[in-house]
């Protein structure tokens, strides 16, 4: 058995250039963002895209609570779809009211049976 060994690596040399090339390259990126304004504009950008979505997450807040409740006995054939589109005011998306709903008749599913009495949230 052998004790030493003259093994090299054929890539050894090969590794190493490309670590070179790639912190080359690497600083020449860093290079051209300093050097031109990309860098500049990379921030303007990236400030733009923040200030709309902390814009648009203001408006995401959820809706006031309704103002008054008007029952309803459910009718053989109606589904919590046909109600909400029915019973909604007319700005609300159709989901929306369909979740106040449950909400307020605490259900767990869209389930309903045809002579229950729903509360319906007016706004």
Known sequence: MLRY????SIYEGQFQEET?????????TVELIKSR?????????L???????GAFSVFAGG???PTAEKNIIVQPGDSLWSIAAAHKPKKMDTRVYI?????VNELKGPDIQAGDVLSLPLW
């Open 37 to 45: 304004g990309v860098g500049k504009l990379i921030l303007i950008l």
């Open 63 to 65: 809706l006031e609570k």
């Open 5 to 8: 060994t003259t093994y090299r």
């Open 20 to 28: 070179h090339s790639q912190a080359s390259l690497w600083n020449r």
């Open 99 to 103: 979740s106040s709903i449950r909400e």
């Open 47 to 53: 400030i733009v895209v923040l200030g709309c979505t």
